[in-house]
Structure formats: C-alpha cells, structure tokens
C-alpha cells in the first residue's frame, strides 16, 4: 500500500482527505504543521507528499524547498492561493505539480496517481543510469546511491549535456550549444567553477575526480565506468 504524507492546518479538509484517500487504496499520515511535517517527510518513507503552502509555522514553499533537498518524494502542493506566479514558484522549487484550493478530491486523487506512476522506476524512462550515479532529466534530480545532490539548473543542464555523451571529449563551445539559458555569458566565464562544484556533488573524491574529466585544451568527457 502507497503511503502519502499530508500537511495540512485545515482539519476539516484533511480529515475528508484522510477517508477518502483511504477509501481509495492509500495509507494516509496528517500532520498540520511545517516543523513536524518536516521531520515525518525525512523520517517516514513516504511514497508522495501532499503540501499546504500556507503553514501555521512556516511557508509551503520554504518547506518544499527543504524536502526536495535531501528527497526525490513526489510532491502535491495545495493552496487556496491560485497566483500563477505561486504556481511557477511552487514548480521551481520542485513540486512535481499544483492544485488550487477548492477542488474536487477525484482531481487531487488523479493528479496524486499520476506523480505516484511517474515516480515508480519503471517510469522513469528518461532517467540516465551510471552504477550509483542516477540523473533524472524528468524530475530534474541528481542521486548518488539513492541521495539526492542538490545542483543548480545550469549546472544540472551542464551534468546531463556531459552524461548524453559518455566518452566523447565536449569543447566549452559544444556544451554552451547544449546548455541554453538566460545567463549564458555568465555561465560560459564560470564554466569551470560549474564543473567543480558538480564534482563536489557526483565525485567520491573531488579533488581527483573519475566521473568528469578535464582534457586540457579540449573539453570535458564524462565517464560512464569509472574503474
């Protein structure tokens, strides 16, 4: 049985939210706040989250923010908000979707089935796979042996430019093809500092990296076996 993680301060919703889901096949936990909904979603292996954004304690969005971080959980946010600027932000951070308060349960219950379905691994189509390294170009995650490693869009869109061409040598000018932005000139002047820190983040030992190596005068080559 999928569990699913509801933080909410809406009692009246989330006890409808409870039997209903549980009606339907899902085990439900509830808790109505951000400081202990923060440590049930590091601490109870949930399956998917369903997030209030507006929080007695906190901000739905800083909490998302803080989930995603160290966990690749499907996230619901739910708001009585509708902005669309809420919704982009929302997404930014990480949720995987959006739902405006009110709405129908069976809405909540589909949208909830389809980020359950996505984030199952036979799913995962489009997820680049190298031993204990897991780029997931859907989600937009970085795993290494199952954690999640923060990295920026840039850099992230710089990981999966290398990881699409494991063993080819790429110049700075064929990875800034690859890798389109809004910061583009900054980006190419730190290319470098980019490709330390997703070292940092991917590499057993940064400092004598064996994932992405610099070929001087060259470019880059991402290795798919490090031996």
Known sequence: MERVLLIDDDERLAAMLVTYLEARGLKVEHRRDATTGLLAARNGGYDALLLDVMLPDGD??????????TSPVPILMLTARGDETDRIVGLELG??????KPFNPRELLARLRAILRRATPAART???????????????????DGEVRPL???QFDLLVALASSPGRVLSRAQLMEKVRGEELEAFDRSIDVHIS??????EEDPAKPRRILTLRGAGYLFVADPQ
Request: proline share 2%.
């Open 60 to 69: 739905g969005f800083d909490l998302c923010r803080q989930i995603r971080a």
């Open 95 to 100: 949720a995987d979707d959006y739902l405006p």
């Open 126 to 144: 489009n997820a680049l796979h190298f031993g204990r390294l897991v780029i997931d170009r859907d989600r937009r995650t970085v795993l290494v």
């Open 152 to 154: 920026t869009q840039h």
């Open 197 to 202: 820190r997703i070292r940092s983040a991917i």
